[in-house]
């Protein structure tokens, strides 16, 4: 089973992944890189589930985190990530990027939910 796996974009259009992920070391980059390879192949075996958000440790130099989020079945949105020493301001990031993630698809579910109820209006 494959899963697609997306970067969280902001409403203002920041990334947070990407701005960690190209500050991190080449090495590290590396290992990260195969953790999102592993994650879009479905295998999540390395990831804490927890109060709505997933946690994919990587047991390698400080102990990286990758902060995600499963939508559904067949999605993984990534949040960011970090190391073992900024664990518990990194999960909470991530909680705080999550729950912005659930409110604005409510909102646009909600927005698309009430255009289908409007009548239409024949054209003259």
Not at 87 to 96: E, L, S
Request: proline share 3%; glycine share 10%.
């Amino acid at each position: 089973m494959s899963l697609r796996v997306e970067e969280y974009v902001g409403a203002e259009g920041s990334i947070p992944y990407r701005t960690w992920f190209e500050g991190l070391e080449p090495q590290a980059a590396a290992k990260v890189a195969v953790a999102k390879i592993r994650l879009s192949m479905g295998n999540t075996s390395s990831v804490k589930w927890f109060d709505g958000i997933g946690e994919y440790v990587i047991d390698w130099g400080p102990g990286y985190r990758v902060y995600l989020a499963r939508d559904g079945d067949e999605l993984i949105v990534l949040y960011g990530g970090g190391t073992k020493r900024r664990q518990q301001a990194d999960i909470a990031r991530a909680k705080a990027l999550h729950a912005e993630y659930k409110a604005r698809k409510a909102a646009a579910r909600k927005q698309v939910t009430a255009r289908a109820s409007r009548p239409h209006r024949k054209k003259r």
